[in-house]
């Protein structure tokens, strides 16, 4: 499967101020996705990052407050804008490859962020 | 609201033993199937997937797959204490590339 990378892997931020998490991979591939995992929960697909058009956001996340860019194949960030105490998880990006019958998702090691 | 079960355990079970671990999907036309293990502090990791019903065995792994009913289980055969982990069962959204993850269920292997 392809080698999926993030930075930062984690960060304290201070309300109010925008933090970009950046999510690399060693190969081309056609879908990306973020996704939120709040503590204690599980996965939550924040949206589809489109090459070369805007993502598709889920039901609860709109473009202001979670800003993504997805200039190629193996590129994608995801902007969390004007941080609260409540955007504090972890965000992963996870990769879709196809394996014959449908795309299987591969996940970053993920970005732990702290907001105070 | 398509929605995905798990018991959220823990599943405590003795090194050794089979552990089973279920997890139910509300919606029919669900075609994708995917087991994933998160150990505290890492991201998920695939172990499993299947699509047809029956079972797929994968070494101490088997998924098992009843369509008709809805389930998905995946048992693990002669636990480890390293397989103590939170497993996740995740669903394709109808023929989209989307997953929609249950909320996991912890296991926890004594030695």
């Known amino acids: ?116 | 609201q398509k929605e995905v079960e798990q018991n959220s355990g823990p599943l405590s079970v003795p090194e050794g033993a089979i552990a089973s671990l279920n997890c139910t999907y509300s919606d029919r036309v669900s075609q994708s199937f995917f087991w994933y293990r998160q150990y505290s502090g890492k991201s998920p990791e695939l172990i499993m997937s299947i699509y047809s019903n029956g079972d797929k065995e994968d070494g101490r792994f088997t998924a098992q797959l009843n369509k008709a009913s809805q389930y998905v289980s995946l048992l693990i055969r002669d636990s480890q204490p390293s397989d103590s982990a939170t497993y996740l069962c995740a669903v394709n959204e109808d023929s989209s590339y989307k997953l929609i993850f249950g909320s996991g269920t912890r296991l926890l292997v004594r030695p």
């Open chain 1, 1 to 116: 499967s392809a080698v999926i990378s993030q930075k930062p892997s984690r960060d304290i931020c201070q309300r109010g101020t925008s933090l970009t998490i950046q999510c690399q991979v060693d190969s081309q591939v056609t879908m990306m996705f973020w996704y939120r995992q709040q503590p204690g929960q599980s996965l939550t697909l924040i949206a589809t990052a489109n090459q070369g058009s805007e993502a598709t956001y889920e039901s609860g996340f709109v473009i202001d407050k979670f800003p993504i860019s997805r200039p190629n194949l193996t590129f994608s960030t995801l902007t969390v804008s004007n941080m609260s105490p409540e955007d504090s998880s972890i965000y992963l990006c996870s990769v879709g490859e196809d394996r014959g019958v449908t795309d299987t998702q591969y996940f970053g090691p993920g970005t732990r962020l702290t907001v105070l």
